[in-house]
């Protein structure tokens, strides 16, 4: 099969692989992979020395089997509708995998914002969500954005802002976008969500002794020697969690360049490095190389993939020699590469599983905008109340007393991000194990995305005859 499939023709073929192994018609399962609507809009933009600029941006609303739909906005001059509709169809999976009730969405800007100053940036985000308000492609019970390749919370704020004050008093219109700063309704913990979700999915994967031993490794992340590549939002705070919890970042790859070193660096030091000096160039605790791509084939344990798709092809491969490749990323390999790795050994956990901890907190932080209070608000200092009287009663009973600080940690009350960092786990740990357990009942003949397709085609299926549309 040849290597050049469009990126939406390669989840088609996920998609239809997992089929196979399903019971649904064929009807059905058309039904759920088309692409229920796709806005293109073009729009102009007056640049700060007065020229005029036409942007192209789209937002595609993968499936309304339930209402809102939800996924990132990008800012990628690479971006295209076929790529948007890829996305918006990964999201519908990656929401039934970790039990939030969206469908898949989402949105891309052809720019590189590194052409553009602050200012043209805000006029080009607020104009973009006027665009998607006047086709009620965006708000709280229907289209829902988030953060992705190139925005954050600066362009989520303005998002809000912008539909906050076209929404007339709309109560709930802070729910309209997540990932916004915390002033904004945003919810602790979103920022680095989806690097953690991925620390913990593969915490997950190397937690299992018989799956380890398959690959020649023995189980738990203490030691593991890690790349990662891209080093945003889901690339730093996978590196941060990853070594927090024992591994080695031993290299960090960006666009312009990768430092390495098998002692492995600290991750703090390099951030602090790149934004102070804007590249990699010169840092005295590695080794810099010019070739970012070939580095992805550098001897490891773990590969981390979180820069954009299409990184691993069948053209590279057969030179990768990560024993474990974590998605952090969407679509970073390809349909072919996937087939390979798979007869390879390579255990890949997909990114339709390993980077859904973005949209989880998001629901959380949707959850929260729509309650209009703070997770942990009414219980935390009730609880904090209880335990202590428990702990005086034990301390009466026993005769002793503990130091505050231990007294304190024994007995504080949960805030917003121990809530939510704690739902996150919890989330990623059963969704694995779900999926773990598609491939068990498949003999382990499969591959964690194609048990994975299997897990979430199995709940959009079911959504659907639970609705009575395929009676
Ligand atoms: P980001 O813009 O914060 O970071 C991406 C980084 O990749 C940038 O630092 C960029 O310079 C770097 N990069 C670009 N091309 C590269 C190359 N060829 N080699 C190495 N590095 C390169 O974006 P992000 O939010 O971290 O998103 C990264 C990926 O994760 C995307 O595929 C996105 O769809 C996916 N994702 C993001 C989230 C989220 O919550 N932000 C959630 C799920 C999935």
Redesign the pocket.
């Known amino acids: 099969m040849s290597e050049h499939i469009s990126f939406s023709k390669q989840v088609e073929l996920y998609v239809d692989r997992a089929a196979e192994l399903t019971p649904y018609p064929q009807g059905l399962i058309d039904q759920i992979r088309i692409t229920n609507s796709v806005y293109q809009i073009q729009f102009p933009l007056k640049r700060d020395d007065g020229s005029i600029e036409v942007i192209q941006a789209w937002r595609a609303e993968h499936s309304h089997h339930i209402r809102p739909v939800k996924g ?1 906005i ?1 800012f990628s001059e690479h971006a295209d509708q076929d790529e948007v509709i890829a ?1 918006a169809s990964l999201m519908t999976y990656k929401c039934a995998i970790v039990d939030v009730p969206y469908g898949g969405g989402k949105g891309a800007i052809k720019i590189n914002p590194r052409n553009y100053s602050k200012a043209e940036l805000e006029r080009i985000t607020r104009r973009y969500t006027y665009e998607l308000v006047q086709k009620n492609f965006i708000g709280p019970g229907v289209d829902v954005p ?7 919370e600066k362009e989520m704020a303005w998002i809000v802002d912008t539909y906050s004050s076209l929404s007339n008093g709309e109560l709930d219109s802070a729910a309209c976008v997540t ?1 916004k700063p915390i002033s904004e309704g945003g919810i602790h913990g979103r920022r680095e ?2 690097g953690r979700g991925v620390m913990f999915g593969i915490r997950e994967a190397c937690a299992n002794v018989k799956d380890m031993k398959r690959i020649g490794l023995k189980a738990g992340l203490d030691g593991k020697k890690v790349v990662i ?7 730093y705070h996978s590196a941060k969690f990853l070594a927090e919890e024992g591994a080695q970042i031993i290299a960090i ?3 312009d360049g990768a430092i390495h070193n098998e002692k492995g660096v600290d991750i703090e030091d390099v951030f602090q490095f790149r934004k102070e000096n804007g590249s990699f160039k010169n840092y005295p605790g590695a080794t810099f190389l010019e070739d ?2 070939t580095a992805l084939e550098l001897p490891c344990d773990i590969l981390v993939p ?4 299409n ?1 691993i092809t069948s053209e590279n491969a057969k030179r990768i020699q990560a024993k474990i490749i974590g998605e ?5 390999t390809t349909y072919k590469a996937a087939e390979e790795l798979h007869k390879k050994g390579v255990l890949v956990i997909p ?1 339709l599983y390993l ?2 901890g ?2 989880t907190v998001s629901y959380f932080e949707w959850l929260k905008n729509l309650s209009h209070i703070q997770f942990g608000r009414m219980q935390k200092r009730f609880e904090e109340g209880s335990n202590r009287k428990i702990l005086s009663k034990v301390e009466e009973l026993t005769g002793k007393v503990l130091d505050p600080e231990e007294a304190k940690y024994l007995t504080e009350g949960p805030s917003e991000l121990a809530l939510v960092n704690s739902g996150l786990e919890e989330t990623m740990i059963e969704a694995y194990r779900s999926i773990r357990e598609i491939q068990a009942k498949h003999d382990d003949k499969i591959d964690l995305r194609r048990a994975a397709f299997i897990f979430a085609l199995d709940k959009v299926a079911n959504s659907y005859y639970m609705r009575g549309i395929f009676p």
């Not at 952090?328 to 970073?332: I, W």
């Open positions: 990132g990008r996305l988030a953060p992705d390749y190139g925005t954050g990932g969500a989806t590549q891209g080093f945003g939002n889901v690339g790859l960006e666009y970012t791509r979180a820069a954009l798709e990184q952090g990323a969407n679509g970073p990114d980077n859904a973005g949209v």
